[in-house]
């Protein structure tokens, strides 16, 4: 048993009067994949901007545990470190490339970090040492290695502002993979994918996941891909938790079906039961 | 005590001038997002028609000083509103929706050319005038022989003020012209659709900036008796310093900038040194914008990720 | 469809004269102009109102015939398809060949000194445009202040060179190090500031320089400025007409062109070699997080970028090329006062950034050849020189927003390098 890797312990989050999250608790299982699902507005994407930093919670706690043991507390790290620390990648629902670079400069930022080490600070990158040199070049090799996974290694030179829709959705993907995250947070990847894109999606999910070990938080309306690949789901509506579980047990909750069709529980029963 | 009282006169009467041209900036940053780096020369040539204009009524043999006011007053807020009009129409309207730096580097061009068009057409030299509003008030007599003074000017200036302010809050919240502006400062297109004329409605932002320029311009002209080319960039900077001190986009927060703006110069002119005064302004622009990002009364920008 | 009637065409330049009657009926129609006493005195200018209005009127006839000449199809079709291959060849072309003649400068114009002396006030521009363009063009951060590091940068190879006597060779890295910090002391507090926020604070900051350098009159001069600042040597040997100096030595016949010339290839050294650590810091991981953060600041946040970090190494890199610069001009000029910093240094250099395209290292230096070398051409012109750039820079702005490079350079490539369209590239918050 590998344990989990995300605890996220009572969150609320509130924005004025707005209450977005409320008393939010769930868990997130190391090398599984783990959905976030609800109706529009229900707080997913504030769920996860509390957990990458760029909302700091009202109230609540998440723990972030790595594989070695060491232990992280987001709510309280500053949002860069969330990245480069405690190793939390994530995805925007809309699309946030660097649209004026290309593919391939897309995924060199994001092995940042690592490359700054390499260039000594820059000092050694501008007399141009060996070291780093080599250290570039691996580099490359990394954002070559995820580029064909996505299959955008022929527009690997092209602008990232000039790709398909899809394609800029594989791309944030890729660039979050090259941080080499513990966990990877994915806001509706799916959004926008026309029925073979998001099939090849899941496939790069899973592959992802039994490949690389990195778990997945995800969210997603797309319940074709939500069924097929994550072993727990996690429902919420108007921001609190209503239902968790495997897929099937989600999908045969009345309270779930409720909270998607807008109706109270007992219409949804009912509904349900003539239906069936 | 007194002098302390004296000095809030004084910087109260400046901050109004300031919170007039700051609205402008504002007002302009609101609807097009853009800092427009002209505004400070159309507050001089608000000043120089003023002054022109003045002028031309005295030649006339114009010697009722209630008349002549008004008349300067209009003529200058007619002619300036033309030139913020103009200066919108050739050089952003062509702009709007370019790239940001594009407008603000036309605007430095337009600023310019407006304060050497001045300078060409007018001469490079100061122009002062005789007082037209004289006389004022004792408000306390010191023991020390200080006393607490309010000039008629002082006065003049700060009603105007005033005034103008509040017709104009009516005019934003309570006209359809007005409405239309905040329309376009929610979201231009969904304006338009809603059979909004935006290029009229940004045009009349412009011009409604230009006409209270033209007022401060004028006030300038009867407080310090003078008007030259340059004044406009360094009144310009300060009014714009204002309007962020205040929280760009907000009016009450223009002119609350204003105010404190003349207070900090006029406060740190009496008690420290004249030749800093400016720097105690910029300086406390920049520590408020540390502490307070957005301004005093700025809405802080929640980044929706 | 095109609206070509001739009365609308009149409808329209009779709008404009009256516009343009009522604008200057006061400004220009009349004249004030303090009399004997000290009393303003007006006469009228009937005539050149006239002139003007009638100006006013021709000129919009002829834009509107051209707007309707050249109309919907746009500018493009202006541009022949074999002309667009002609200008992409000398594109290419055009850095070497500009550097070969800048190197050649000094022997093709060596009697000129006029030519001389403008070549190397282009360069020293050419210097400080690349300096900004790492802040406004790479990083996307407004700076309205970068003359108060061209300030600090002068004035500290002045004060060190009359008081302590330090050579310029020592106090040039000095004088780069001391802008490159004040660049962080005012980065630090002010770089989270977005926007328009950020332009207004460097504004007040290039201010605050320039009052503080009026005013500390004990320390900088005050408004007296600075003079007798020494001139640099040829490394170590004074170019002067004494016995050890550098025509006796190197048994020449003394001549004040030795100097010109060598402050010729000192400032385009310096300014190659900005050129060249822009260039190679474009390449570094450093340069990259700088244009990711004028793509996307968000998304740099999530990879981990520290952005206040990078933010300040942007700000104290172009502060110190502009402390390089400005310790260059004190040494040419042998006197500086504030009035060499003003905003509209600031503006100047920011206009040849934005000109040159963001981010072109080329495209800028174009720019400043076309600016300074403009600007002189109007010399003449006196008064008429700033209403001459003024409009010129309102024009630029409209003609080409991007600037004249259009397109961005990807600092890596897998098997071409292909440039990338400036409609794609933001321009940052910051
Ligand atoms: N920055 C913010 N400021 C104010 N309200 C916000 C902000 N971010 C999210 N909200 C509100 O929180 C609620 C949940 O939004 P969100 O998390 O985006 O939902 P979901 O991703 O589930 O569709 C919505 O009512 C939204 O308006
Ligand atoms: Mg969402």
Redesign the pocket.
């Known amino acids: 048993m590998s344990g989990q890797i995300l605890a996220v312990d009572r969150l609320s989050m509130r924005?004025g009067g707005?209450v977005?999250v409320n008393e939010l608790s769930f868990e997130a299982e190391r090398r599984k994949i783990t959905a976030l699902i609800?109706p529009?507005?229900?707080?997913?994407?504030?769920?996860f901007n509390c957990i990458t930093g760029f909302y700091k919670p009202t109230s609540g706690a998440i723990h972030l545990t790595h594989e070695d043991g060491s232990a992280f507390a987001l709510e309280r790290l500053n949002d860069f470190r969330i990245s480069k620390q405690a190793k939390v990648a994530r995805t925007f629902?809309n699309i946030r490339l660097f649209p004026g670079m290309t593919a391939l400069e897309n995924l060199m930022v994001a092995q940042h970090n690592a490359l700054m080490r390499a260039s000594g600070l820059t000092f050694l990158g501008l007399i141009g040492a060996s070291s780093w040199r080599q250290a570039e070049q691996r580099a490359i090799d990394l954002a070559t290695v995820w580029l064909k996974r996505v299959g955008l290694i022929d527009r690997a030179d092209d602008a990232a502002g000039n790709l398909p829709y899809g394609d800029q959705r594989r791309l944030e993907i890729a660039r979050a993979m090259c941080t080499e995250p513990a966990l990877l947070c994915l806001d509706e990847p799916a959004a926008g994918l026309n029925a073979r894109e998001s099939g090849a999606l899941s496939e790069l999910l899973l592959s992802i996941r039994s490949e690389h070990g990195t778990s997945i938080l995800l969210?997603e309306h797309d319940m074709s891909v939500v069924m097929e690949i994550s072993d727990h789901v996690v429902v919420?509506d108007y921001g609190v938790k209503i239902a968790e579980g495997t897929p099937q047990q989600v999908r045969d909750d009345p309270k779930v079906i409720a909270a998607y069709l807008g109706a109270d529980e007992q219409e949804a029963r009912a509904m349900m039961e003539t239906g069936s | 005590m007194d002098y302390f009282a004296q000095q809030l006169i004084n910087g109260l009467v400046l901050g109004s001038i300031y919170g007039l041209i700051a609205i402008g900036y504002t007002m302009v940053y609101g609807i097009v997002g853009m800092i427009n780096f002209a505004h400070g020369d159309i507050f001089m040539i608000g000043g120089f028609i003023a002054m022109i204009s003045f002028l031309v009524l005295i030649s006339f043999g114009l010697t009722a000083v209630p008349v002549i006011l008004l008349v300067m007053l209009l003529v200058s807020m007619a002619i300036t509103a033309l030139y913020g009009w103009t200066v919108e129409r050739i050089a952003y309207r062509p702009l709007r929706h370019s790239f940001r730096l594009a407008p603000m580097l036309s605007a430095i061009g337009m600023s310019f050319i407006l304060s050497n068009f001045a300078q060409v057409a007018q001469g490079a030299r100061v122009k002062p005038i005789p007082p037209i509003i004289t006389g004022g008030h004792t408000l306390h007599e010191g023991a020390t022989g200080f006393n607490v003074q309010l000039s008629n000017i002082q006065i003049v200036v700060v009603v105007t003020t005033m005034v103008l302010l509040a017709l104009f809050t009516w005019l934003v919240s309570r006209t359809r012209l007005g409405r239309d502006m905040r329309a376009c400062e929610q979201d231009q297109t969904m304006a338009a659709l809603l059979g909004v004329d935006v290029d009229r409605t940004i045009s009349f932002t412009f011009v409604i900036g230009a006409a209270l320029a033209a007022v401060a311009g004028m006030m300038y002209l009867l407080y310090y008796g003078l008007v030259d080319f340059f004044m406009g960039f360094v009144a310009g900077i300060k009014a714009f310093t204002a309007a962020v001190l205040g929280g760009i986009g907000s009016l009450p927060g223009a002119m609350l900038g204003g105010l404190a703006i003349g207070l900090i110069e006029t406060f740190w002119s009496a008690y420290f040194s004249v030749e800093y005064k400016d720097v105690a302004a910029f300086s406390i622009l920049i520590v408020v914008l540390i502490f307070l990002p957005t301004g005093l009364l700025g809405r802080p920008e929640?980044e929706?990720v | 469809m095109l609206d070509t009637k001739p009365a609308f065409i009149l409808k329209k330049a009779s709008l404009s004269a009256l516009v343009a009657l009522v604008l200057f009926s006061l400004m220009i129609g009349l004249r004030t102009e303090a009399g004997p006493e000290g009393k303003l005195i007006y006469w009228t200018r009937f005539g050149d109102l006239a002139t003007i209005v009638a100006i006013v009127f021709g000129g919009s006839i002829v834009i509107e015939l051209l707007r309707q000449w050249i109309g919907p199809v746009g500018a493009a079709a202006l541009v022949p398809a074999w002309l667009q291959k002609l200008m992409d060849f000398v594109g290419r072309w055009l850095g070497p060949a500009l550097l070969g003649f800048a190197i050649l400068v000094p022997v093709i114009f060596y009697d000129q000194r006029y030519i001389l002396d403008l070549a190397i006030l282009v360069l020293t521009y050419v210097m400080l445009g690349w300096g900004l363009n790492v802040v406004v063009g790479l990083a996307g951060l407004l700076d309205l202040g970068y003359v108060a590091f061209y300030a600090v940068g002068a004035y500290s190879y002045a004060l060190l060179a009359t008081t302590f006597g330090l050579s310029f060779w020592i106090c040039l890295p000095l004088a780069g190090i001391l802008a490159a910090f004040w660049g962080v002391l005012l980065g630090f507090p002010v770089l989270r500031l977005r926007g328009d926020y950020l332009a207004i604070v460097t504004l007040a900051f290039g201010e605050i320089i320039r009052l503080v350098l009026i005013n500390w009159q004990d320390f900088t001069g005050g408004p007296n400025g600075i003079s007798g600042i020494p001139r640099p040597s040829f490394f170590g040997i004074p170019l002067t007409a004494d016995e050890d100096g550098f025509a006796a030595r190197f048994g020449l016949e003394f001549s004040p062109t030795h100097r010109v010339v060598f402050l010729f290839y000192v400032i385009l050294a310096m300014a190659l070699l900005t050129n060249w650590v822009t260039i190679r810091l474009r390449r570094l991981p450093i340069g990259r997080a700088w244009e990711a953060l004028r793509e996307d600041e968000v998304a740099c946040r999530a990879l981990g970028i520290n952005i206040t970090a990078t933010k300040l190494t942007a700000f104290a890199t172009g502060a110190m090329f502009g402390g390089f610069a400005g310790a260059f001009f004190a040494t040419r000029q042998g006197f500086i006062s504030p009035e060499s910093f003003t905003f509209q240094e600031s503006a100047l250099v920011l206009a040849i950034v934005v000109l040159g395209g963001m981010g072109s290292q080329l495209g800028v230096a174009l720019a400043a050849v076309a600016m300074i070398g403009g600007f002189e051409l109007f010399r003449g012109l006196d008064q008429y020189r700033m209403l001459v750039f003024g409009f010129a820079m309102v024009l630029l702005m409209i003609w080409r927003p991007r600037g004249l490079v259009g397109h961005r350079a990807p600092t890596v490539f897998l098997k071409q390098s292909r440039a990338i369209s400036s409609d794609l590239v933001k321009e940052g918050h910051g």
Do not use: H, L
């Open positions: 924005f707005i977005a609800g529009n507005g229900a707080g997913k994407t504030t769920v629902q969210i919420m | 929640v929706k």
